[in-house]
């Protein structure tokens, strides 16, 4: 069973960056790959970024060149780099496990992820 817990959530303001940590434990490196979603307010949840076993990852059009995802192996810690922050960013990041991994674009749809995290807040205001 993998287990997820996030942190590193908070308020900050448009333009400001945020990095987000989600510790993992029980999971195969092999085997499973990660992503982390966000959910606001009367919207879905959303794939934001995706990584795979390989370490190849894949973004959602409006955070590509601002979010980074990676992995710290060593540490098993899932990060999730968040810069130039707009307010449309506010929401609860989720980071989440599956084997559903390839095409990459699976990483994108909640329902591949039998493993959450229970989310941190993000919160960007103007």
């Known amino acids: 069973q993998v287990q997820l817990m996030e942190s590193g959530g908070a308020s900050v303001q448009a333009g400001g960056s945020l990095r987000l940590s989600c510790e993992v434990s029980?999971?195969?490196?092999?085997?499973?790959?990660m992503a982390w979603f966000r959910q606001s307010p009367g919207k879905e949840r959303e794939g934001v970024a995706g990584?795979?076993?390989?370490?190849?990852?894949n973004y959602r059009d409006s955070v590509k060149g601002r979010f980074t995802i990676s992995l710290d192996n060593a540490r098993d810690i899932l990060y999730l780099e968040m810069n130039s922050l707009h307010i449309e960013d506010t929401g609860i990041y989720y980071c989440?496990?599956?084997?559903?991994?390839?095409?990459?674009?699976?990483?994108?749809?909640?329902?591949?992820?039998?493993?959450w995290g229970q989310g941190t807040q993000v919160t960007v205001s103007s």
């Open positions: 989440a496990a599956t084997r559903l991994c390839w095409p990459l674009s699976r990483l994108f749809v909640p329902t591949n992820f039998p493993n």
């Open positions: 029980g999971f195969t490196r092999s085997r499973d790959c």
């Open positions: 990584i795979d076993t390989k370490g190849r990852t």
